[in-house]
């Protein structure tokens, strides 16, 4: 089974790195040298560094409404109230404005996703220390429900972009180690959910590959179907993880992020039928592009590597195209992980 203890937790941290290309910059040296003797920790010390950035440039305001009670107009006069102070002998006025405020949402779910490190047991005083000072600066700023939260609609524009990277390892940590007690109240599982690890392993080699192999175009690009009359109602969308491509060369590969790498029945291990399936389906449909041009496509199904006694290390040449299937063992030096892949590039694209 994938636990982060199985992960070296310096390589969540090159994952990271590579998903979110802000801890390459300046400012988190320091935690690129730590050692981590869990996750907990390592989130605790990235959100740490990053709000202190944060804090040096500004935290991000943007205008509110409020409604209060003044004694001299401002803004708006909201007229129902203000006759309702009248009738009550009370000589004040009941004003709308806008007014720029650092309580926005994006302050609240780092304020929140902090509170919650700070009463989990597995984060040192160290680090807890360090996110108790910088609180300190988001006094007036509220915490939200983080099961309202709808994380696909938080746009960035360049007055918060700098806030990206942060929202997203909350997210990261908000939805892949939340929980919910008997009680209602939240607490933090000792575990990474396999869902948000398995976005994170996508997001890594797609982005590894972005940036160390730059005589390859590298994309999650959706590939059409091959229709014969044009009609497509109600076909899902073929959404790959990653695409590789060089000239009419495409690598298309699957990352899969499993407890389990294959299905066992009756003690016969074989590869996940659907994932079979799918991208095989990916790579008919994208071969089918390039009509009678000169081409090659083959695809691969990436697993994470497992603690199972079988791992799959197959190809497959099926109509004219290869299918592979390998395994990447994140429990070893990341110099190995980077050899693996570099290596998968090379087989295709030499």
Known sequence: MIKDKSIFIKNIYYMLSYAFTTLNEGGYEDVAAEEFENMHNLFAAILEKGIARQLKQGLYREYVNCKEDVTTVRGKIAMPETIQN??????????????????????????????????????????????????????????????????????????????????????????????????????LSSFIDGQCMSRLYEKFILEYYAKECPQLTATASQIPWALDDGVGTMLPVMQTDIMLTRGSDVLIIDAKYYTQTTQNRYDVHTIHSGNLYQIFTYVKNKDEEFGARPHKVSGMLLYAATDEAIQPDNSYQMSGNKISVKTLDLNQDFSEIAAQLNAIAADHFS
């Not at 996110?131 to 007036?140: A, R, V, Y």
Request: proline share 0%.
């Open 86 to 187: 009248r009738l009550a002998r009370k000589r004040v006025l009941t004003c709308e404005y806008d007014e720029l405020s650092e309580n926005n949402l994006l302050n609240q779910i780092l304020k929140t996703t902090v509170m919650l490190l700070l009463r989990h047991a597995r984060v040192d005083q160290e680090y807890k220390n360090n996110l108790k000072k910088e609180m300190l600066f988001f006094s007036n700023v509220d915490t939200v429900d983080l099961a309202m939260i709808r994380w696909s609609a938080i746009r960035f524009q360049i007055n918060n972009n700098t806030y990206r990277m942060l929202i997203s390892l909350c997210q990261f940590i908000v939805e892949g180690m939340l929980l919910t007690t008997d009680s209602g109240e939240y607490a």
